[in-house]
């Protein structure tokens, strides 16, 4: 698995992303299917269902860790972490978290119990991997934003810490529901599970602090989305553009009617199972149309620039947007099923946020370092590219005046150690540096960039 290499391209990113939401969508449904239609399969067909989503995200997780190898390994990323650090602790999650699967697949497919246990380590893996990288990337956001207020930037930092809140809340409220259930669960039927969840009164607090939660990030994410697409509305018209996109939205909200208005109210109590067939059909994939449409911009960036490394982390950074807010869905899980429906969308969520992680960052670490990069960057007027060039300038001002500290620091060692006395001119010059506030020399570090960088632009070009 983590040997395994495989070159990336928008057409491979595209498939893996329809790949994965589909199981996510088939892993997180199925059980809400069976409860509302009222039918009940043997226990073997659960089995095999349940397999077979686990081979197809084994399948996925080798392609993704595929995409990601590379061959510079020790480079940096943020906070002491280089990309070998990361790839290493999101393979060994992994593997970690297929061992749970195999573990709980083993008893299941001689109809035996399984232990609830095996469940609670795969959340708290699944979980805690995921906010690492999380937390990180909006650590490093707020770095980025402290040196230059950007709106996108903002939005994408409060989207990212909303989720990472929300994943702090799905692990609490699933440890204390998980660590009540059986020890052991037996091949009963799934509707057995549905009336028989331990801490049914959690959900009260519980679900809807994560009701609100979810809406909050999928909502800023969304703005974040829609402002960076923004170019796309001079093509189509505002009205079209906005119409469009708000579908996405209005599909993910519109469950919630039913805490508001509740205007299927009259046929809930006339065709209970009408409705629910109709509500799981139609509404059973909102997330995971949600997080297609937020991957949608970096798959519409990676088409922005030429050169293949760049492209190659934002088609990552789509993957991971897909993937991270298609897979926090952990209400499926909660009933502990037989076999565990929901334990495959729980074990993507660390892959998601580390694709997000190492994307973005990756993303940004190019701008940073390479000047022909940048310069396309600056000649292209698409917003889709704002963020990263927000990161990456915002990255390299802060490489700048770390190396001039350096070069100034080294430079007073020297002096010191000569045996002739400073000039009056380099006594001012050091006092000119020691005066010099950091947060004025990011700023004018930023203006000369930016005018160096736009008096560059070819005429003609937008």
Wanted: proline letters at 3%.
């Amino acid at each position: 698995m983590i040997q395994f290499d495989l070159k990336i391209n928008k057409r491979r990113a595209l498939i893996v992303i329809i790949a994965a939401i589909s199981v996510m969508v088939i892993d997180s449904t199925i059980v809400k299917y069976i409860a509302f239609s009222n039918k009940e399969y043997p226990a073997p067909v659960y089995v095999s269902i349940f397999v077979t989503l686990a081979v197809l995200f084994v399948g996925i997780i080798i392609v993704l860790l595929g995409f990601v190898k590379r061959k510079d390994t020790e480079s940096r990323l943020k906070r002491g972490l280089s990309v070998k650090t990361t790839y290493l602790i999101t393979a060994v999650t992994q593997l970690l978290l297929v061992s749970m699967m195999i573990i709980i697949i083993q008893p299941t497919t001689a109809l035996k119990s399984y232990n609830t246990l095996s469940l609670l380590v795969l959340v708290f893996i699944s979980h805690i991997t995921a906010l690492f990288f999380l937390i990180m990337l909006v650590l490093t956001m707020v770095d980025s934003i402290i040196a230059k207020r950007d709106k996108i930037l903002s939005l994408y930092t409060i989207s990212f810490s909303l989720t990472a809140i929300t994943i702090m809340i799905s692990l609490i409220y699933s440890t204390y529901v998980l660590s009540n259930q059986t020890s052991n669960i037996r091949p009963l039927p799934i509707h057995y599970a549905l009336l028989n969840l331990p801490r049914a009164d959690l959900a009260i607090s519980f679900g809807l602090a994560l009701d609100i939660i979810s809406i909050l990030s999928f909502v800023s994410v969304w703005i974040a989305s829609a402002v960076m697409m923004n170019t796309y509305s001079r093509r189509i018209g505002k009205i079209r553009y906005w119409a469009i996109i708000s579908i996405p939205l209005i599909y993910f909200l519109f469950p919630f009617e039913k805490n508001v208005v509740d205007i299927f109210q009259s046929l809930v109590v006339s065709s209970p199972v009408l409705y629910g067939v109709l509500n799981v059909t139609i509404f059973s994939a909102t997330k995971q149309i949600g997080a297609l449409f937020f991957s949608l911009v970096f798959l519409a960036a990676s088409t922005l620039v030429t050169k293949h490394e760049m492209q190659k982390y934002l088609l990552i950074s789509a993957i991971g947007m897909a993937i991270l807010y298609g897979s926090i869905e952990i209400d499926t899980l909660l009933y502990a099923t037989y076999p565990p429906f929901g334990a495959v969308t729980a074990a993507f969520i660390p892959m998601g946020a580390y694709l997000v992680f190492t994307g973005i960052i990756r993303s940004a670490t190019l701008v940073a370092q390479d000047s022909e990069l940048r310069r396309e960057f600056y000649n292209t007027a698409k917003s889709q590219l704002s963020l990263l060039k927000s990161i990456g300038v915002t990255q390299m001002e802060k490489e700048l005046i770390k190396k001039y500290k350096s070069m100034d620091k080294r430079a007073r060692s020297l002096e010191e150690d000569s045996r002739f006395e400073k000039d009056d001119v380099k006594e001012a010059l050091h006092g000119l540096v020691d005066d010099l506030d950091k947060e004025k020399a990011r700023e004018m570090l930023h203006d000369v960039l930016t005018e160096l960088y736009s008096k560059s632009k070819p005429e003609g070009k937008s």
